[in-house]
């Protein structure tokens, strides 16, 4: 007798929980999380003066920094940028001295309007934009 009354009891109960939305559903499938994009900055940077490429350059966006190569150029990432309109804000800076002449550093800021995601999964990685930009320092007298 009291095995029915539980078993009623745990019948009505479900009844009202599936009423109320508590019930299972058929996607199983839980996600956590934020959407995110990968935002790459890459280009090169020249002497304003000489038109020639700078290399040594220091390069920060957030948390990645790189130095530009030989010929000039650089790459900065933000790998888990929120994919909409970004501004970044991009500090060069000549680090080696006089070795490839002394160069004043430049705080300057890129921005992604309207970025067009490419390789995303369809959940919550967008996939990754890029912009080219390049840049000129001017030599410190």
Known sequence: MKNKILTAYNAIIAGLLSI??????CDSRVEYGTPAAKFIVNGN?????????????????????????????????DNWGFPADQVYHIKFQDIDGAANGEFSDLDTVVEFKDPEFTGGD????????????????????
């Open 20 to 25: 109320l939305g508590f019930a299972p559903s």
């Open 122 to 141: 369809g959940d919550w990685y967008a996939g990754e934009t890029n912009k080219e930009f390049d840049v000129k320092l001017t030599p410190k007298k």
């Open 45 to 77: 940077v020249k002497s304003s003066e000489t038109e020639q490429p700078v290399g040594n350059i220091r390069v920060s966006m957030l948390n990645d920094t790189s130095y530009t190569g030989s010929d000039g150029t650089y790459q900065v990432v």
